[in-house]
């Protein structure tokens, strides 16, 4: 099932992070991994972004995410929230 992409955000660095619409599916497996691994509520919202964020057509780690610069982590956030 091909995903629809919601928005695409040029990053402070030039790369581009495509942002896709995710399902309840998406959601409760994000759930699901946050619980197994006892991180809560903020793992399962940076393991939803893992799923649901490329940069550069390439899936990204949490790592990844909260290694950028915060008015792009910052951004990115804003839009998954609003679409995710």
Known sequence: MERKVLKE????????????????ED??????????????FKGAILTLMEQLIEIDG???????LKDLPLQDFAVLYTVFQKTG
Do not use: C, N, P
């Open 27 to 40: 959601f409760l497996t994000a759930l699901e991994i946050a619980q197994s691994t006892g991180e809560g």
């Open 9 to 24: 955000i040029e990053l402070s660095d030039g790369r581009k992070a495509t942002v896709y619409q995710g399902t309840g």
């Open 58 to 64: 390439k899936r990204v780690t949490a790592q990844q």
